[in-house]
T-cell receptor, first 117, second 113 residues
Framework: GAVVSQHPSWVICKSGTSVKIECRSL??????MFWYRQFPKQSLMLMAT?????????EQGVEKDKFLINHASLTLSTLTVTSAHPEDSSFYIC?????????????FGPGTRLTVL | LAKTTQPISMDSYEGQEVNITCSHN???????ITWYQQFPSQGPRFIIQ???TKVTNEVASLFIPADRKSSTLSLPRVSLSDTAVYYC??????????????FGAGTRLFVKA
């Protein structure tokens, strides 16, 4: 089946630094990718929709200047957490639909654990 | 996107059949019902999807009544490795130019030996 990868799988950084997380579709092209954030014992929260060749669409309450999204190619989207703070520590997950058929579902990456000290 | 309601948690024993019901009273005509499974520190994994009646695959069955206001995920003969969070999602894959997926709270299934 379709595979989505994320890199890194975990990262620890100091407060105030920026962290980049990559999301790749390995065997299909994705014009759209989605970024989620998940806190412990909570559900996934959609942060933004990454669109290849255009600006990302952010969900209400998500700071676009804080979470920079770049979808430069049909197989890669990146999420950069700028000036990270401890409250940004979370599990970040990306997903992508492999096609445009009505029965296509999203495939999720394995997630990236971000810890900000 | 239709709002979904699931039980917060469920317990079961190995070898039993587990049925998790999801309510989606405001489901729209073009909406499909999709279930995902998530293990700790992993991304969600697709289990099954359906539109009406019954769908079965190698891991689960999905029962959808005629009014489509609810659906039931059935896991036959669960094992310890089925302990996970199960999410029910409802939406039209054709919307928004991509398949924007909004997750509800999910159901934590705990399988005991």
């Amino acid at each position: 089946g379709a595979v989505v990868s994320q890199h890194p799988s975990w990262v620890i950084c100091k407060s105030g630094t920026s962290v980049k997380i990559e999301c790749r579709s390995l065997d299909f092209q994705a014009t759209t990718m989605f970024w989620y954030r998940q806190f412990p014992k909570q559900s996934l929260m959609l942060m933004a929709t990454s669109n290849e060749g255009s600006k990302a669409t952010y969900e209400q309450g998500v700071e676009k200047d804080k979470f920079l999204i770049n979808h430069a190619s049909l197989t890669l989207s990146t999420l950069t957490v700028t000036s990270a703070h401890p409250e940004d520590s979370s599990f970040y997950i990306c997903s992508a639909p492999p096609g445009r058929l009505i029965t296509d579902t999203q495939y999720f990456g394995p997630g990236t654990r971000l810890t900000v000290l | 996107l239709a709002k979904t309601t699931q039980p917060i948690s469920m317990d079961s024993y190995e070898g039993q059949e587990v049925n998790i019901t999801c309510s989606h009273n405001n489901i729209a005509t073009n909406d499909y019902i999709t279930w995902y499974q998530q293990f700790p520190s992993q991304g969600p994994r697709f289990i099954i999807q359906g539109y009406k009646t019954k769908v079965t695959n190698e891991v689960a069955s999905l029962f959808i009544p005629a009014d489509r206001k609810s659906s039931t995920l059935s896991l036959p003969r669960v094992s310890l490795s089925d302990t996970a969070v199960y999410y029910c999602l409802v939406g039209d894959p054709r919307n928004t130019g991509g398949f924007k997926t909004i997750f509800g709270a999910g159901t934590r299934l705990f399988v005991k030996a």
